[in-house]
């Protein structure tokens, strides 16, 4: 099955400076590239996505970057504010089999200093 | 207005009962999911159903026994619980199974096993 690697698993940046998480996956068949920001005690909700037709996608200070080739995506947080303070987790979608399903990578915990 | 609920929230019950957790969904999707997520924040999928119908069970015990009774509901239920099940479990659903698409997550059902 899909295998989904995310790191690094915590990271603190001081406010106003810019954080990046990265993914790898393992079936160059996955087409669908999402990501999810889970607040303490809250549920896993989207922030962001990005299909294997397009490289980029940006929407305010958050941005997602994919390449294929490598098969690995990242998740790039500009200008960081306290709030963003949260658990991120990437995941990878298949098109086929048991591949239809989201894969989550492990998490990673940010702390934006203030 | 919500668009995934589970019941309920919290959970506390002793080894060995047996308890279920229902979900519901009014989004009109065809895919529903359930996810466990351990003490170390790791999402793993469960259970996979794409219109009433199990698609993909992963390789979780068969204490664990998913039904849905339509396309908008699906409901867990737990068999002799272990210590090892405390977790909180998530619902989720999507539009279609093989549509690249987000899931959207319910609350999450926090079930502690003393």
């Known amino acids: 099955g899909e295998n989904v690697e995310q790191h690094p698993s915590t990271l603190s940046v001081q406010e106003g400076d810019s954080a990046v998480i990265k993914c790898t996956y393992s079936?160059?068949?996955?087409?669908?590239f999402p990501w999810y920001k889970q607040e303490l005690g809250k549920r896993p909700q989207l922030i962001i996505d990005?299909?294997?037709?397009?490289g980029e996608k940006k929407d305010q200070r958050i941005a997602v970057t994919l390449n294929k080739t490598a098969k690995h995506f990242s998740l790039h947080i500009t200008e960081t504010q306290p709030e963003d303070s949260a658990v991120y987790f990437c995941a990878v979608k298949g098109s086929s089999g048991s591949a239809r399903q989201l894969t989550f990578g492990s998490g990673t915990q940010l702390t934006v200093l203030p | 207005d919500t668009a995934v609920s589970q019941t309920p929230k919290y959970l506390v019950t002793q080894m060995g009962n047996d308890k279920s957790i229902k979900c519901e969904q009014n989004l009109g999707h065809d895919t529903m999911y359930w996810y466990k997520q351990d003490s170390k924040k790791f999402l793993k999928i469960m259970f996979s159903y794409n219109n009433k119908e199990l698609i993909i069970n992963e390789t979780v015990p068969n204490r664990f026994s998913p039904k849905s009774p339509d396309k908008a509901h699906l409901n867990l239920h737990i068999n002799s619980l272990e210590l090892g099940d405390s977790a909180v479990y998530f619902c989720a659903s999507s539009p279609q199974l093989d549509r690249a698409t987000e899931a959207f997550f319910g609350q999450g059902t926090r079930l502690t096993v003393v």
């Open positions: 079936d160059s068949a996955s087409n669908y």
């Open positions: 990005i299909r294997s037709n397009v």
